[in-house]
């Protein structure tokens, strides 16, 4: 089989999965926590977990095909990658005087170690280790009691301090998450996301299937190493956070407000790619 025939195939696989990804299945997670009336950190916690199904699959079936330092190189280059675009888009929207809040600086010290253990797991060849998962189990509650206490502090100190526009305005959104009357409407719109949601959660899963094909086909038929294809997928699974950074700043009126859903965006798909998803590739790759 031609070798530039398959890395086409790879490559069409890999951004149908983020164009799905950033497309379809962000903006039913986004509807569904707007019907919900959540807040902004956690619109930014379920856009986290939404952009990071690429490297779920990508990971998982890599994993699967017994690749586990491209699974690996994926979750590097993609944490990598996210933190670079992150900055980026602070700086384009002129937010960076933001950072200076001190709940988004533990955020973002958070955001560095989940840099930093998986090259220190590379670097002394432990990725292959079972007794990683329920450590990354155990890390990944203790990073969020970390920055929930943190945010959770920031506000009670801003509340002490003056009355600004964020804290009123996450009165005003604590408020309307308390209403536990929904209308019919508002319940068949979350239904109808629900479903779309399961659609779409298949049809990404027959799409990872064929690329966990096409990587076997590169790494085994045409000797290509783990590490590229790991980088390359690294590249191409950031894509839908590039994007949910820039729509969480430009979507609300308040600076900081944006710049806190684009934080807890950042920090919870870098702590999904490292604890959640190297879990269960580690758990494939062992099991299969």
């Known amino acids: 089989m031609n070798l530039w025939l398959e890395i086409l195939e790879f490559l069409l696989y890999s951004i149908l999965i983020v164009l799905i990804s950033k497309y379809i299945l962000v903006c039913i997670l986004r509807r569904i926590g707007e019907l919900l009336r959540l807040k902004s950190k956690t619109i930014g916690n379920i856009a986290g977990v939404a952009t990071s199904i690429p490297e779920l699959l990508t990971a998982s079936f890599s994993a699967m095909s017994g690749f586990i330092l491209t699974s690996t190189y994926n979750i590097i280059s993609s944490n990598i990658i996210n933190v670079v675009q992150y900055m980026f888009t602070v700086i384009l929207n002129k937010n960076s005087k933001i950072l200076k809040n001190k709940a988004l600086k533990i955020d973002l010290i958070l955001v560095g170690f989940t840099i930093l253990i998986p090259i220190l797991m590379r670097i002394f060849h432990f990725e292959t280790q079972g007794i990683l998962i329920p450590i990354f189990i155990l890390l990944l509650f203790v990073f969020y009691r970390i920055t929930n206490n943190a945010h959770s502090l ?126 269960i590739a580690i758990f494939l790759f062992l099991i299969l």
């Open 154 to 279: 920031y506000s009670k100190v801003e509340k002490n301090q003056n009355e600004n526009k964020y804290e009123e305005n996450e009165k005003d959104q604590e408020k309307k998450s308390n209403i536990s009357v929904y209308s019919r409407k508002e319940i068949s719109s979350v239904v109808l996301q629900a479903i779309l949601l399961a659609i779409v959660g298949i049809l990404l899963y027959g799409i990872g299937n064929l690329l966990s094909n096409v990587l076997e086909n590169l790494c085994i038929r045409f000797e290509i190493p783990e590490f590229i294809l790991g980088i390359l997928l690294g590249f191409i699974t950031s894509l839908p956070e590039f994007i949910t950074f820039l729509e969480s700043q430009k979507h609300h009126k308040e600076d900081l407000e944006g710049v806190v859903e684009a934080t807890s965006n950042l920090l919870t798909s870098n702590l999904m790619n490292l604890f959640v998803i190297q879990s």
